[in-house]
Nanobody, 117 residues
Framework: QVQLVESGGGLGQRGGSLGLSCAASGIIFNMYTLAWYRQAPGKQRELVAGITSSGGTNYADSVKGRFTISRDNDKKTVYLQMNSMTPEDTAVYYC???????????WGQGTQVTVSS
């Protein structure tokens, strides 16, 4: 069964840090491009950070220098470390895995992150 399960969301404070994890099953994990997206109330889902199978990363301008995406292929897990958080980071965060050739992709169920001021 193909599945992505996020964990680590919750309540943070302005200037604080939170870490998210996303564990995958049912896919050949090391072949997939992984990404974190987020969706705030009333807004469209947006890409936060991505990491390719070879470890190349990209970030939304709004999180550059504050967030770090990483992956552990042995554990089939992708991480998002969020530092210097602001209330504008409040959103539901989703993990995504996409095969770079077939385009097949799978989403996690989402985890709520709330940053208080």
């Amino acid at each position: 069964q193909v599945q992505l399960v996020e964990s680590g969301g919750g309540l943070g404070q302005r200037g604080g840090s939170l870490g998210l994890s996303c564990a995958a099953s049912g896919i050949i994990f090391n072949m997939y491009t992984l990404a974190w997206y987020r969706q705030a109330p009333g807004k469209q889902r947006e890409l936060v950070a991505g990491i390719t199978s070879s470890g190349g990363t990209n970030y939304a301008d709004s999180v550059k220098g504050r967030f770090t995406i990483s992956r552990d292929n042995d554990k089939k897990t992708v991480y998002l470390q969020m530092n210097s958080m602001t209330p504008e980071d409040t959103a539901v965060y989703y993990c995504n895995a996409k095969h770079p050739i077939t385009g097949y992709d799978v989403w996690g169920q989402g985890t709520q992150v709330t940053v208080s001021s």
